[in-house]
């Protein structure tokens, strides 16, 4: 018999992976699922994207690259993190690898040991706590309120602070909330972090294109210039450009840590695919008319749900300012009584009343770290969005 090591026993498979592979029994089995558990755009890679690594095929460009990536690529990211962060990083603050997920993976690898704290505010995505796990390193979780707005605080982020915290992580826009931060939000994030020179902030800013505030997202190097140097930013043409398998995402800054980085993945990986290095340089340098036009779909549908959403009693649904979920607090359900006799006890119970009753898959809030709650992307076309609400709305009128 095979037993896992105490690493992967530490771990568990990701919730948004096991709701879609459930999801897709059930489609197979017949059932009409109308599908909000999806962490991934809708629409197909951009044209232009595509040919771009059609063209590296024909032109060769088969093989192993850098392992901190292509030259044109990095020096695509250095103008892309010019452009929205006023930065200007040196080639060696650079690396890429298969997905932002990995990059973020490997940075806890290169810089936890045994013992060692990441605050993690919590609702968060699902992967951070398995990720600091899996490498040796201790969760907190610092649970933000409602009140303010599901973000974390500079007194929230004192009081989880210890001598054996090595990194805060920041996400914005979250999954599962959609909330971004302010500039001034980060500032003073930042003004706690110079008293704290044993901390690193891990910023995952991949749906910093999909923003629905004016102008564009600030990110935290550009807020907390002074940090700088403990700033590891994360990003990637997963979200914003419709790219998720092609596996390709990017993290900037302290070239030391990057030195770290790129070697694990000299033992692992060696690159990421030439070819998807040929089409992230061309969604970064291209044309950026797609991701507008990406913005402008995500935000009709965001206000559309939430109309549908304020019609339902008992849900309450969190306001994004981007990335593509709603985070819907369903209080008001718990304790509630099913035709069927049962009691909604949390939000497992919510989650599975709704596939059950309404055909709808939205993933618990639980699994998020903070209930009771579900996910619902809106990364689905507006005609499934609709129906699923309605249906929704149906199952919860069936409540007693
Ligand atoms: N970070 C967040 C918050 C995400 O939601 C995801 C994808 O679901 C990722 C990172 C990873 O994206 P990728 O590995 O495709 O770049």
Redesign the pocket.
């Given at each position: 018999t095979f037993t896992p090591s105490s690493r992967v026993r530490r771990i568990k498979v990701s919730p948004?992976t096991a709701a879609a592979a459930r999801v897709r029994e059930l489609k197979a089995e017949g059932r009409p699922i109308l599908d909000l558990t999806v962490?991934?755009p809708d629409a197909d890679t951009p044209r232009h994207v595509k040919d771009a690594a059609i063209a590296a095929i024909e032109a060769g460009e088969t093989k192993y690259t850098s392992v901190n990536g292509t030259p044109a690529l990095r020096e695509a990211i250095r103008e892309r993190m010019l452009r929205s962060s006023g930065i200007e990083y040196p080639d060696a603050a650079i690396t890429v690898g298969g997905?932002?997920?990995?990059i973020?993976f490997l940075a806890f690898t290169a810089s936890l040991d045994e013992g060692d704290e990441v605050i993690v505010p919590a609702p968060y995505?699902v992967?951070y706590p398995d990720m600091v796990r899996a490498n040796d390193g201790t969760p907190v979780i610092a649970e933000t309120t409602p009140e303010d707005g599901y973000k974390l605080t500079p007194r929230l982020l004192r009081e989880s602070l210890t001598e054996r915290t090595r990194w805060l992580v920041l996400?914005t826009p979250?999954?599962p909330t959609g909330v971004a931060y302010s500039r001034a939000e980060l500032e003073a994030l930042a003004e706690v972090l110079e008293e704290a020179p044993q901390v690193r902030v891990l910023t995952?800013e991949?749906?910093d294109e999909i923003y629905f505030g004016e102008g564009r997202m600030v990110g935290l190097a550009e807020a907390a210039p002074a940090l700088r140097e403990r700033i590891f930013t994360?990003n990637?043409?997963?979200?914003s450009y419709a790219m998720?398998g092609w596996?390709?995402?990017y993290g900037v800054g302290d070239p030391e840590l990057v030195r770290a980085v790129n070697l694990l993945q000299s033992q692992t990986s060696s690159c990421p695919s030439s070819i998807s290095q040929a089409a992230a340089v061309a969604a970064l340098t291209g044309d950026q008319e797609c991701v507008r036009r990406g913005v402008e779909i995500y935000r009709q549908r965001r206000d559309r749900a939430l109309e549908l959403l304020a019609g339902i009693d008992g849900l309450e649904a969190v306001v994004p300012d981007g990335a593509f979920y709603l985070f819907v607090g369903c209080r008001g359900l718990i304790g509630r009584r099913t035709p069927e006799g049962g009691t909604l006890e949390n939000d497992q119970d919510v989650t599975l009343y709704l596939l059950e009753s309404a055909d709808v898959a939205v993933i618990q809030g639980s699994a998020y770290g903070t209930e009771p709650f579900f996910r619902m992307s809106y990364a689905t076309d507006l005609g499934t969005i609709e129906a699923a609400l309605r249906a929704v709305g149906e199952a919860v009128a069936r409540l007693r």
């Open positions: 948004s962490g991934e997905g932002g997920k990995q973020i995505w992967s996400n979250s999954n995952d991949i749906y994360v990637g043409v997963s979200k998720t596996r390709l995402g």
